[in-house]
């Protein structure tokens, strides 16, 4: 989403209407002798444009960069998957894998090299034909840049090439089972040639090859996305999309109960939503729980953090108790979680159920083992962002700071960030302990075990951990044959997360839309991306 010429194009939001009788030649004056009026027909308006079909999308959240080399978190990504695309693509209101801009596949060599063969119909926007070595440019092009999600591409492929216009060939490193899930994340969508080859611009609007094209940008106010008239497939139910930006919860409501937005979408608070399922104007959806809150502890060897000693890992870890957080936070909203693989997923194994919720003496063992207790306290700096993931997430970190103080062996200072400073703060390994939130890349086991604890893949978190053995691990239940073979490997991989305690599952949980009551086609599935173009 980035480009050496700025094409931005203005919205007009006013239009003036002109009538027939208006416009021609003047004609002259009637003789002063003919005192009898001329006989001139009615004037005929311009019949009024018909009224322009749109919908407007109120948020909490935020875009961080526009751009598929960099964008790493949810809001950005579901932007991206309505302004372009991959060769293949979810099933709306599926898990299911179908082709998009390519028509087909095979796959040669034991699965280590994937051919796709593109549409022959693919446009950007601007009508600027994309073709093989767009696929292959836009990718090699992540891949340099090195960005947060480049080890989506990076990881698993050796090398991609144009074979000719409309033929892509992927050789990976290894066999792996979920190549084609791969494919369908904004890492491997192409991008528009504007975009800058070798540098990140954060407010590209260039786009790719998807049912929309943005028309205005600007930041944290206003995004405006119009129909794609070069878009190969069915036209969006919906020409226009205004998406706005609002400052909290609070504000959201406020926009949705006044009928100035159309849809109210992530993030408002458990207790506006039970109230606004009240309302006999609006429609609460419920959206399908894979996405999973975990909080962070800073191993990174480089860091002067005490939570680089394992046992002040585990005794937080023990420390917590999620039934609390449930109840407290989020009005029984959430689930607790005691693994990073989701509950409801293949190999999930509640490994954090040895600690228990809220296990104070556990907690206190092991902060002694580290050289913790009453009158030597561990000092914690407990980090939180304002409304990436909603008006909550104050009261989750106090909850927090509660439930670990009760100890009595940790004194827990709370700071916060917004959410573009705290994203850098944590690439650059500057917070001790911190949330966050996952929503699935892909729906595999490895979408939430790699890219937090393979080593070099969690660089948006700074690198919290690093360790051979599981990196060993990680590779076995990638590349194993069968489900059976990588069921094994996985529930190894989440008993080593619980012995190390880098990253601490914390709540699973369900996302809601609220809606007017005329709007439809809003469809969710696991993958929790709001795609717009079927809202009508």
């Known amino acids: 989403m980035k480009g050496g010429k700025k094409a931005v194009l203005i919205l007009l939001v006013a239009a003036t209407l002109l009538f027939a009788g208006c416009a021609g030649e003047e004609k002259p004056a009637a003789p002063a002798e003919t005192p009898k009026p001329a006989e001139t027909p009615a004037a005929t308006p311009t019949p009024a444009p018909a009224e322009e079909k749109m919908l407007v999308i109120g948020v909490t959240d935020k875009v961080t960069d526009m751009d598929t080399a960099n964008a790493y978190d949810f809001f950005t990504w579901e932007v991206m998957n309505n302004v372009m695309g991959g060769l ?184 506006d939503i039970e109230s606004l399922k009240k309302s006999e104007n609006l429609q609460v959806v419920e959206v399908p729980g894979a996405f999973i809150r975990y909080l962070v502890l800073n191993g990174n060897e480089s860091t002067a953090f005490p939570t680089k000693d394992v046992h002040v890992r585990i005794g937080i870890a023990a420390a917590i108790d999620r039934n609390d957080l449930n109840q407290r936070v989020f009005l029984g909203t959430m689930e607790p979680l005691y693994s990073l693989v989701p509950i409801g997923m293949w190999s999930y194994k509640p490994v954090f159920k040895d600690y228990g919720d809220g296990n104070i003496e556990l907690a206190k063992q092991h902060l002694a083992m580290a050289g913790y207790d009453e009158n030597n306290k561990l000092k914690l700096e407990l980090w939180w962002t304002p409304t990436h993931y909603g008006d909550t997430e104050k009261d989750l970190a106090q909850v927090i700071k509660e439930q670990l103080e009760a100890t009595g062996v940790i004194e827990v200072e709370l700071k916060s960030a917004e959410w573009s400073t705290y994203v850098d703060y944590a690439r650059k390994s500057a917070m001790m302990a911190s949330f966050f939130g996952w929503y699935p890349d892909y729906l595999d086991p490895d979408d939430y075990t790699t890219p937090f604890l393979k080593s070099g893949s969690n660089r948006w978190l700074g690198y919290p951990y690093s360790d051979p053995g599981m990196d060993e691990l990680l590779e076995k239940a990638a590349t194993a044959p069968t489900q059976e073979e990588r069921t094994q490997y996985y529930e190894q991989i989440q008993d080593k997360l619980k012995e190390d305690s880098p990253i601490v599952p914390l709540l699973q949980g369900k996302l809601f839309v609220v809606a007017k009551k005329d709007v439809k086609g809003i469809i969710l599935d696991p993958t929790m991306l709001f795609r717009y173009y079927l809202l009508e």
Request: glycine residues 4%.
């Open 88 to 271: 293949y693509r979810y099933k709306p209101g599926t898990t299911e894998l179908e082709p998009y801009l390519a028509e087909s596949y095979e796959v040669q060599d034991s699965g280590k090299v994937y051919i796709f063969h593109l549409r022959k119909d693919l446009k950007f926007a601007d009508g600027t034909p994309c073709t093989a070595q767009d696929v292959v440019r836009s990718i090699k092009r992540v891949m340099d840049i090195a960005g947060d999600p480049s080890w989506l591409v990076t990881d698993f492929v050796e090398d991609v090439e144009a074979v000719d216009d409309y033929t892509v060939k992927f050789t990976l490193k290894t066999p792996i089972a979920y190549f084609l899930s791969l494919v369908a994340t904004p890492p491997y969508f192409p991008v528009h040639p504007d975009y800058k080859a070798n540098e990140i611009d954060s407010d590209q609007t260039a786009g790719g090859v998807g049912p929309y094209k943005i028309s205005k940008w600007v930041r944290d106010q206003e995004l405006i996305l119009e129909a794609n008239p070069n878009f190969f497939g069915d036209a969006p139910k919906t020409p226009k999309i205004i998406i706005r930006f609002y400052q909290d919860a609070t504000t959201l409501r406020l926009a949705i109960e006044k009928g100035e937005i159309d849809i109210a979408w992530r993030t408002l608070t458990p207790v």
